[in-house]
Structure formats: structure tokens, C-alpha cells
């Protein structure tokens, strides 16, 4: 039986990782297991600066904070070694830079699963997650569109204005 201070220890990390859980808009579970410290560190690093809150999780641990959310079923993929990466604002940054550094690690380092915006995800869906374009990206896009529908109404308006010019000369 462990001591009634290892239990409180414990009590607060569950509650520390219900509380990541209730305002994450993502998050990804990974076995990091084989990646060496100064690949985890510049991993760490790059999650960081992207916003994204990456820890190391003991699987009993979280399960219990799991256990009565809307992800309980991410349970049943907490075996070995587990890392939680939780993202409050942007839904796709920890998928992408996750999946980019499982790709480049050859099967060291594994996407287990995840969820986005109260959706259970496995690893599959994850990875298409990774491939979607982040807020700015799709900002950007959006902006792109507008300013050549906007760029086509003034050549328009402007090609008038030329032939109107041209009838008054004439």
C-alpha cells in the first residue's frame, strides 16, 4: 500500500492531467521509446515554441484522468512508454510536428493516438491531421483567394473606365 503522500502526489498529477485535458482543443500520445536525449530535447524545443505542452505520462495515471472524459477510449492504447503532447489553441500543430519527427526516427518513435476538438483519434487519423494546413496556412489561402477576386473586379472596373475614356476621345 503506498504512502498517503505518494497517494496525494499522485491525486495531483491526475488532476494536473484532467485539467491539460478539459482545455485542449488536441492532443497526441506517442511512445518515445529508443529517441536519444538530444533529439528529445530538440523535440521538446520545437513543441514548445509551436504552444504545445509535451510530458512524459505514466500510463496508470493517465488512464485515471481519462477515465470518465469524452477520450476514456485512448485507454486502451496506453502500453510501454507514453509521452502526452496537448495543444490549447491550434488543433493541428502537435500532429505535425509529431508526425514529422515519426517519420524521420524509422519506427522509434510511434503516434499511439489522439483526439481534436472532443474526436478520438487513432494513429491513421492522426497522421491525416498532420497533413492539413495549420490556422495561418489556411488564413493565407483564404486571404490569396479574396485578393484575386478582388484583383479581377478592378482590372474589370478598370478596362470600363478605359473604354468609356476611349468613346468620349473619339
Known sequence: MPSEKALLAKQEVVAQLKS?????????????KGITVADDTKLR??????????????NTLLRRALADTEY???????????????????PVAAAKILQKYSDDSKG????KAGFVEGKVLDAEGIN?????PNKE???????????????????ALNAIVEKENEKESA
Open 137 to 155: 496556412q489556411l488564413l493565407v489561402q483564404l486571404l490569396s483567394v479574396l485578393n484575386g477576386n478582388i484583383r479581377g473586379l478592378a482590372v
Open 72 to 90: 476514456a477510449e485512448i485507454s486502451s492504447v496506453l502500453e510501454n512508454t507514453t509521452a502526452f503532447a496537448v495543444s490549447h489553441e491550434d
Open 20 to 32: 491539460k485535458l478539459d482545455g485542449a482543443v488536441a492532443g497526441v500520445l506517442v511512445d518515445y
Open 45 to 58: 524545443r520545437e513543441l514548445r515554441e509551436a504552444g504545445v505542452d509535451y510530458s512524459v505520462v505514466k
Open 108 to 111: 522509434k518513435f510511434v503516434i
Open 128 to 132: 491525416a491531421l498532420a497533413k492539413l
